[in-house]
Each structure stands twice: as structure tokens, then as C-alpha cells.
């Protein structure tokens, strides 16, 4: 990787990494377990940056890479855990509320994953299934299914429609 290359991905790093650990922590709720998605991700980026940083959308790609790490480390784990409010990475109001976020911890891992991109990230639905790699449809019914979920465990009812 020449010099040029070297400050992109460097500069390209230190903007984006807190927000990938971030994603990653509110789909795994554990802060050692994103810090090693998010590392692995930008390991994997480092391999392929000649080729991403050439992207329209090269943060789409790590937060792909990173989405699925985590979740595949969530089925493999099948844990279940508590909002920790000494993570030092952003965090936003929504994150601040415990309640929402021992829902959020309740969900499967792919309906995390796109409430997490959707709700927290206020990503549109077609970029929710690009770094999900799913297809749109495929994003909406994990966004409904966990709607329908999290207003079960918040005791409200589901009234906003996904589009």
C-alpha cells in the first residue's frame, strides 16, 4: 500500500472506526465483543482498500463486514445482556434509555442488526438490506417482526411504517 493509500485508510479509519464499534455494540450488547468485531472488519477493509476506498460507499462495505460478524457472533454466543452505560463510544438518546435497550438485547441478532442500522444509525431501508445483504423485503419484515416485538416488551402499540 503506497503512502497515499496509507493516509486514506488511516484517515478513512479514525473516522469511521467509533461508529463501527458503536453498530456492532448495540447488535452484540457487549463492549470487548464490538471492539472485536469493529477490528476485525477494519482488518479485513485493510486487505481489500485498494479496491473499497474506489467505492461510492466504502463505510457501507466495513459496516457490511461488521453487521455480519456480529452477527454470527451473536448466534454463536446466544447471549443475552444488559445496556452498559459505560461504553465510550457515541451514543445517542435512544441508547441512553434502558428499558428500549434490554428490548433491543431481547431481539434475534438480524432484527438488531436492522433496528440497530435503521432506528439508531436513521439509515433508509435500502441501505439497511445493502450492508445486511439482504433483499428490501427481507429488511422490512426483520424491522416489522422487531417492531411488533419491542412494543410487546415496551407495552406500546406498533404504528410506524417502515418504507
Given amino acids: 500500500m503506497g503512502s497515499g493509500a496509507a493516509e486514506g485508510y488511516e484517515w478513512f479509519f479514525r473516522s469511521e472506526y467509533p461508529q463501527v464499534v458503536r453498530t456492532a455494540y448495540l447488535v452484540l450488547q457487549d463492549k470487548e465483543g464490538a471492539r472485536d468485531v469493529a477490528q476485525e472488519a477494519f482488518i479485513q477493509l485493510l486487505r481489500h482498500w485498494a479496491k473499497v476506498s474506489r467505492y461510492d460507499k466504502p463505510e457501507a462495505w466495513v459496516r457490511r463486514v461488521a453487521i455480519r460478524l456480529a452477527v454470527k457472533t451473536a448466534r ?6 444488559t445496556f452498559s452505560d459505560d461504553i465510550d463510544v457515541p451514543t445517542t438518546s435512544a441508547t441512553r434509555d434502558p428499558d428500549l435497550m434490554k428490548a ?30 439482504c433483499s428490501e423485503s427481507t429488511a422490512k419484515v426483520h424491522l416489522h ?12 402499540e406498533v404504528t410506524v411504517d417502515v418504507s
Avoid: C, H, N
Fill in 76 to 81: 454463536k454466543q446466544r447471549f443475552q445482556s
Fill in 145 to 156: 417482526r422487531a417492531r411488533k416485538k419491542l412494543a410487546t416488551a415496551l407495552g406500546e
Fill in 104 to 133: 433491543v438485547a431481547t431481539l434475534p441478532s438480524a432484527q438488531r442488526a436492522a433496528v440497530v442500522l435503521f432506528y439508531f444509525e436513521d439509515r433508509p431501508v435500502s441501505e439497511v438490506a445493502e450492508i445486511m445483504d
